[in-house]
């Protein structure tokens, strides 16, 4: 089948990438030259496992084709996906200008009925703005008889498995009343929909707000593990013995209840803004959502604040050495990474950084520059070189590579012999029969 998409970005590029995979001929639209002559030359702009070969065998194959000439796009494919970004914008709401663009795009070059699907997180009501635009300009046009079908489809990947969560999705969530579109991504789903049915159909608006609800539902998960955390560590409890207790129930499951720094990326924080916003603009009060907002804010500062517990007013020239910069592992992705967030707490309260992550380095050079020029920040070569003349370890990231690391090594690198395990990746007896003091979120130490 002949597929268009347009946006080069995790969603866009991994979509591509598999729908290539399964025999399509994809064209990628972006208009972002650079990236566009970076992944014709088979250079992916972002950490993705799996993906690089993927693209490139599939641009060698011609399957896969990268352009900013958005008519060459329209033209190609009957099926045009539309998977831009939705930034949250000043007062937390979806930012529709890119999204708003392509379905405007499409519809001043088409010259011939087209399904227009909407790949992108969008707030409920943006496919109906999108089909009234396009229709609109189909009559300046003077082209009122071409269809446009229209459908929702959002995209449930993880950044970190992308290839793997679209190879073999959970669900596909199609949301239309129009035969045309659903028939067709039926039809181009039908690969991964073999051994029993993933494809669970409804209206467009109830699409787009299962999108939310379950990253919103996911963020409720985590932030309450979180706030339970707190309670266990005031009253000398363990939150990794209470999520295995909760977790062994079916109803309440294992995923998403792991105690940690707060949720960052770029998904868990602008949707929950987002649904905020709407439920604002809809004179509606959405207290459970408020909440999770905020109590993730709060959440990014408690290690900082154990820190300074165990250090007192004394982090003026200190250096810590951190382990992880990513907002998770397996990615290169720092937006609202909640070590970004220590580092600045650190740097105010005068301390320096050596910090180490496996592929984050790069990205982390382009945020902070400037704090790399002042020496504020070190990038190490390795963990262990992270660790020479630091006063202690802070785990921002629970990579692999940091799960069993050479305790007696630690002990005799750091000044004061204690690890901030932002992750709760370690146990805390097994770190003190090192000789080293542990402090975990929620952790009995
Ligand atoms: C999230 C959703 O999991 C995907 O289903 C969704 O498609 C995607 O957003 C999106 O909307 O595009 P992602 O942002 O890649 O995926 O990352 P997650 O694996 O969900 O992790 C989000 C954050 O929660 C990370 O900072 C992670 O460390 C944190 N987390 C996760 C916890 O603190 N505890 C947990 O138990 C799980």
Not at 184 to 194: D, G, I, S, T
Request: aromatic share 8%; net charge negative; proline share 4%.
């Amino acid at each position: 089948m002949r597929v268009t998409i347009f946006g080069t970005g995790y969603v866009g590029l991994v979509h591509a990438a598999v729908l290539a995979e399964t025999g399509n001929e994809v064209v990628c639209v972006d208009t972002n030259e650079h990236k566009i002559n970076r992944l014709t030359n088979g250079d992916i702009p972002i950490y993705e496992p799996g993906l690089q070969p993927l693209v490139q065998a599939h641009s060698l194959s011609r399957k896969l084709i990268f352009t900013t000439d958005a008519a060459y796009g329209v033209e190609h494919a009957e099926l045009i996906f539309i998977a831009v970004g939705t930034p949250s914008g000043e007062d937390g709401s979806a930012d529709l200008s890119h999204v708003m663009a392509v379905g405007r795009s499409i519809a001043t070059h088409m010259t011939s009925d087209k399904i227009v699907v909407v790949k992108s997180t969008v707030p409920v009501g943006t496919c109906d703005g999108v089909y009234a635009t396009m229709r609109e300009i189909l009559v300046q046009r003077g082209l009122d008889e071409l269809d446009v079908h229209m459908a929702s489809n959002p995209e449930f990947l993880k950044e970190g498995s992308a290839i793997l969560d679209s190879m073999k999705p959970d669900r596909i969530i199609i949301g239309t009343d129009n035969r045309e579109a659903e028939n067709k991504l039926r039809e181009l789903y039908a690969p991964f929909n073999r051994n029993h049915e993933k494809i669970i159909t409804m209206d467009m608006r109830s699409s787009e707000l299962t999108k939310y609800a379950a990253n919103c539902l996911l963020a409720t998960k985590i932030t309450f593990m979180n706030e339970v955390a707190g309670i266990a560590d005031r009253l000398g409890a363990d939150i990794e013995s209470v999520r295995r207790g909760i977790g062994s129930d079916p109803r309440i499951g294992y995923h998403f209840i792991y105690a940690g720094m707060g949720y960052g990326g770029s998904c868990f924080p602008k949707d929950i803004r987002a649904l905020i916003h709407t439920s604002i603009e809809h004179s509606y009060h959405a207290g459970i959502l408020e909440a999770v907002e905020s109590r993730n804010s709060a959440q990014k500062r408690v290690l900082f604040e154990k820190i300074k517990k165990h250090f007192g007013d004394r982090l003026h020239g200190r250096i810590f050495a951190v382990w992880g910069l990513a907002f998770k592992p397996n990615t290169d992705d720092m937006r609202e990474a909640p070590a970004s967030e220590i580092m600045t707490m650190l740097w105010q309260a005068g301390a320096k950084i050596q910090a180490f992550d496996p592929v984050a380095m790069p990205e982390c050079k382009r945020l902070h520059a400037e704090h790399l020029a002042s020496r504020d920040l070190l990038l190490s070569d390795s963990k262990e070189d992270a660790l020479d003349g630091s006063d202690a370890l802070i785990i921002c990231t629970e990579w692999k590579a940091f799960l069993s690391p050479d305790f007696d090594l630690i002990k005799g690198t750091l000044k004061e012999k204690i690890i901030f395990d932002g992750r709760n990746i370690y146990d805390p007896v097994v770190v003190k029969r090192y000789g080293i003091e542990y402090v975990g979120i929620g952790r009995r130490s």
